[in-house]
């Protein structure tokens, strides 16, 4: 027992999308990952702007998200979040609205890594693609589903509609991957 407390490593990712938001708490015990909370937060969407209904009603669903995956019995070591790319991820006259919305749920887990005392690791929503060699979010959602265990299952429980859940899983899985080449003092 002794050893698997060691090794444990618990990582809570978000995916703080505009109107829905997946967060995913995932348990490393040594070389065994797995899935223990799928939550997909989903607000009001107006869609003429791009911009959530109720921006303060919002920001409490994601906050009560965060503290719901959090109140599971475990110590969050690291919160990963895919950060928003704004040039790169969406385009138009909506795209300042976009980053602001997103910028205030990065915020909000910012603000909630801080509260806990845990470690935050900003992921590039490219990087799961890259580290698990996926063309597509369905590959990467389908490999990380054969990788971590009961992801499929708290997938289908969460709804699958998107891929909140299981991009919030791939940060996950990134920071992960990253902690553990900076443990072993490699890139």
Do not use: W
């Not at 969407?45 to 009560?64: G, N, P, S, T």
């Not at 998200?65 to 919160?79: E, K, N, P, Q």
């Not at 976009?98 to 490219?126: F, H, M, Q, S, W």
């Not at 990087?127 to 698990?132: H, T, V």
């Amino acid at each position: 027992m002794g050893s698997e407390v060691k090794d444990r490593l618990v990582i809570l990712g978000v995916d703080p999308g505009i109107a829905s938001m997946g967060v995913c708490l995932l348990a490393c015990f040594g070389d065994r990952i797995v899935a223990k909370r799928v939550i997909v937060v989903r607000t009001e969407l107006d869609r003429r702007f791009k911009a959530a209904v109720d921006e303060d009603r919002r920001m409490r669903k994601i906050a009560e998200a965060l503290l719901a995956a959090h109140t599971r019995g475990y110590t969050i070591d690291i919160v990963a979040y895919e950060y928003y790319r704004p040039f790169q991820q969406s385009g138009g006259k909506h795209t300042a609205a976009r980053g602001r919305l997103v910028a205030k749920a990065e915020g909000v887990v910012v603000g909630y890594a801080n509260a806990i005392g845990a470690l935050t690791v900003p992921v590039d929503p490219r990087d799961p693609k890259r580290e698990l060699g996926a063309r597509c979010k369905a590959a990467v959602s389908q490999v990380l589903e054969a990788k971590i265990e009961g992801l499929t299952e708290l997938l289908d429980a969460a709804g699958r509609t998107g891929y909140h859940g299981s991009d919030a899983a791939g940060c996950a899985y990134v920071a992960m991957i990253k902690a553990f080449k900076a443990a072993r003092g490699t890139t």
